[in-house]
């Protein structure tokens, strides 16, 4: 099992990472899901995402998540192959958390180099939690 810290990682980067090792047979665990980043100024990401949620309904159409947990599981889903049985099963070894759960308090997190924000210092970026808050999520 493998615990990866999502504090300052970018989401797009950490979901690839994240993908390949699913594929491969590693069974993940993702902590601190509002702490990771999305890079770009922080109107275009709140009216992208506000995009995507209002697209559809729970009922008919795609339905997007609010909170940061499911939207960090959403992406990973989506460098999937997510309609064959081996990625249903990969996706199955994912488990993506707010904040830190109890169970894994102990673990020593990893934090990837190629997902980390350093590059971004001086870069517009927001953090997921502040985007699912901007949807209406409660988390």
């Avoid at 989401?11 to 047979?25: D, I």
């Avoid at 309609?83 to 990837?112: I, T």
């Amino acid at each position: 099992m493998v615990v990866i810290d999502g504090d300052g990682l970018i989401l797009g980067r950490l979901a690839s990472l994240t993908a390949k090792r699913l594929l491969a047979g590693e069974h993940i665990h993702i902590i601190n899901a509002e702490k990771v980043v999305i890079s770009g100024s922080k109107r275009h990401i709140l009216e992208h995402y506000l995009e995507k949620r209002s697209r559809g309904t729970k009922e008919k159409g795609p339905y997007y998540p609010r909170r940061p947990d499911n939207i960090v599981k959403r992406t990973v889903r989506g460098m999937l192959p997510y309609k064959r049985r081996r990625g249903r099963e990969a996706l199955s070894n994912l488990r993506v958390y707010v904040g830190v759960p109890r169970e894994l308090e102990n673990e020593s997190a990893e934090r990837p180099e190629e997902a980390r924000m350093e590059r971004l210092s001086t870069r517009k970026y927001v953090r997921l939690g502040e985007v699912s808050t901007f949807l209406g999520a409660r988390f």
